[in-house]
């Protein structure tokens, strides 16, 4: 199946690049949207619930370790987030962390269905279209 | 026929003719044996003295016998030994009416002449007999005459002194002749009537005795005259014994009283007084009235033999024995022997010693003997006494020793000898140096010596030789004896075992100075169930307390160890002391000057058997410094878990910061693998480059971290111009490096002595950051660092015009990894070290900065020229430490 939206939250330009192209590359969605920091990300989801509501992701990459709002920052602001975006939007996380700890965490929150680490690759993604 | 020439001349007498022949025959025959009056004779001298003393027998015819009884010389008749006289009938008629006198023996004639032999030979021994009487007479005569006791004879009717001895006479002062014939009245004038009277009653017998004073001279003599009347033929005489009792009186009376002394001295002795002879038959016996045999008089024993009044057989052997030895060597001895009376023993000691006459040879002996029953039973008394002391002190079961006046032991109990093992003569031989330990003889001589010169009690402890072979302890007590005169005799003594008293003694003075000396307070607390009063406090205590040992006897026990009151501490104590409970707790106390200071406590019950009393232990001890080093340990522990947490963190971080550019590499890798465009795939190997060259920034960074809190501080001096000219070189590279204007002033006017490495990379990390955070937007980006040194400190200024940091980002500047903007390229350890390395060199960091306007750092570092190195290698050290 191909998802229509995909928001891609992550600072590093390099890891933004790779997730896009592995995203493209493996045909998951229609557009790929990308946001360098939780604060920005959590403005457009916000912008979109309520002018565009189409343009709500299906799926969100969320990256851990990020300046100012860190991934748990962004997922303690996406509770703020109308119900809509919470009802469509399924959020992975993808890190390079291997701390237990913060699979743990993650894995406790209600959006989060999924937890990679990077690299992000073209079958990790292909896995996710059968969820 | 009876011739006569002198005295044998015969007379016949008238009736001559009636003689028969044959008592002529006799006659003639035994004329030796006979005289023959003649009464011419007779006629012509009557009786003269011649004639009577004639010791033969008279014949004499009736005629011859009548001239003489006729001329009344009856008396002289009388003093004729014999008469023979021969009668015929006629004659024997007249003779029967007659008075003869005794000695007359009549003869009927015819005389047969048997009967003429038996008269005869009657005759004769009347004449024995008579001239044994004459004999008689003149001794009794010759008595009377010269008896020493004055004796006259007196007729009562004359009054005239008939007879008198020379000793009469020489009272009277006269001769004898003079008082014969004198009359008794004129020798006593002054009491002629009282003479008489006195004389009337003797003749009437009415008394014997009489007194009269005569007067001699100027003298007077008193005469006591002890009167017998005698008849002489028929005449009444008076005999006097005449006593001059003028002397008499006074020696009478002396002896009186001596013979009163002498009984008064016998009865009052106790003693038994009686004489023996040689056979040992009794003489003599006296015996004092109080005697306990009263049956045994006198009467029981003079006359008997001393087997034969009741002694047993070895007393009376024994005293036949010792007489004859008494005797032979004359010389006194004593007996002793016991006597069976009454039930009871009786005691005797008998004294016998010889007893002589008057030509000094021992006939018999003298017993003085005396009861001494009394004596023997004291004696035995006393001798059981002495037995039962001398067994009292032996079986006594203390040491006993006893030392004469040369101060040698003489006597040792049974006690002594069973501890020393010895014998008592092994140990009356053993010197005190070998019963005495070594180290104690010096002591136990010199306190004996002087105790005996003192005579005075002493008291010692030293060590005895014991059975055992090991020296024990004992104490010896001796004290000065005198014996029953009151004389010095030595000293006795006891001595008593404290062996184990002593060890006991030295066991509990190691735990006294052990509780004394130990490093923690001890308390000993009474338990009154009230006011728990300190009974003892050791040194330390006081050391803890500051309360004196003496001032803590006796006062509460809570205020002893400083507890402050009303506490939950202090009830918590009182509580436990209470409930007879121990307690243990720490407490805290401030003692006056806000000095607070902390205690640990326990207490603990005492278990005590001995006393009633109840007590507590308690051990106190300063905690105060452990305290300290507590709080400081639990201070660096928090320290230490708050680097341990940054640690993790940073290992945390750090492994995540340095994961992520590897993921990202991967990432890229991932691509490459698929990218056909090589222009896709250069932009990929220039982005790899790039991270890796970042990933490498990262690990200078966390080396140059490590080297900074790891390695020492070495001073140089410093060259900041160079440093920084430096800094720019290595960062020449960058990107828009060249779009910044730099503007550099350095005054070094003075040495500056820090650490070269650790400003070195203060400046790398500082021209770093500010290329790496400039706003190259802004027309004239430009970047300012001046340094003013001078010897005390140096100040760095570095600002730029840069981007700035946003105010809530700026006190977490400093902390590791954390970047502020997603802008940023760097590591995230920059800042973190530069402060880090101002702390290790003292220094400070003031940050001032607006967003979009710009960055101003100020850094103060000291100049360790001018430091004390002391002060500084201290300061060091403690940086270190922490």
Known sequence: ?131 | MISDSKSTKFYLTAHEKNICPEVKKFLIENKNQISVIDKNKLSENGFSEHLRSESKPWLMDFQSFGHLYQNGSAAHLQQLPSVLLLLNEKEADVAAKLDLPANVTLLHMPVKKGMLKLTLQHSLKQVEKRKRSHIDEEFYRSLFLNSLQPKIVLDPESFKIIDSNNSAAKIYKLKTEELIGSSLDKLHPDEHENLHEEIKKIVAKENSYFKLNYRRNNKILELEYFVNQIKVGNKQLIYFNIHDITKKEKADQLFHEQHEMLRSTLESIDDLFFTLNKDGDFIEYYQPSDQVNLALTSDVFVGKNIYDVGFPLDVAKKYLQTIERVIEEDKSEQIDYVLEAFGSQLWYSARISPRKNALGVAEGVTVLCRDITRQKRTEETLKRARDFYLTLLSDFPSMIWKTNTSKRADYFNKTWLEFTGNDIDTELQTDWVEKLHMADVGVFLSTLLQAYSKKESFQLEHRLIHKSGEYRWVINAGRPMYNLEGKFAGFIGTCYDITERRKAEETLKLQKSAIESALEGILIVQDDGENYPVIYANKEVSNITGISEMDSIGKNFISVIGCPLKTETSRNIISALENKKSFKGEIECSNGCNKKSWRLLYVAPVKNSISSENHFVAVLSDITETKAVENTLRERNKQLQKTNEELDRFVYSTSHELRSPLMSILGLVNLLETEQNSDERDYYLNMITETISRLDKIIHDIIDYSRNSRSDIVYENIDFKGFIDRAMENHAYMEKFDKIRFDIDVKNGVSFLSDKKRIEIMFNNFISNCIRYHNFDKDDPWVRIQVKTSSVNAVITISDNGSGIHEKHIPKVYEMFYRATDRSTGSGIGLYIVKEIIEKLNGKIKIQSELNRGTTFVIELPNFSQKEPKLFMMNSVDAENF
């Open chain 1, 1 to 131: 199946m191909i998802l229509e939206n995909i928001l891609l939250i992550d600072d590093s330009d390099i890891d933004n690049l790779v997730n896009r192209k592995v995203v493209e590359n493996a045909g998951l969605s229609k557009t790929i949207t990308i946001e360098k920091s939780a604060e920005s990300a959590i403005r457009y989801l916000h912008d979109i619930a309520q002018n565009d509501t189409g343009q709500i992701p299906d799926l969100i990459f969320l990256d851990i370790r990020m300046p100012e709002i860190d991934g748990f920052g962004f997922l303690e602001l996406f509770e703020e987030l109308p119900e809509i975006v919470h009802k469509k939007t399924k959020i992975v996380m993808l890190s390079s962390s291997v701390d237990a700890e913060d699979h743990k965490k993650a894995m406790a929150n209600r959006f989060v269905v999924h937890y990679l680490n990077k690299p992000l690759k073209k079958e990790s993604v292909q896995k996710l279209t059968q969820l």
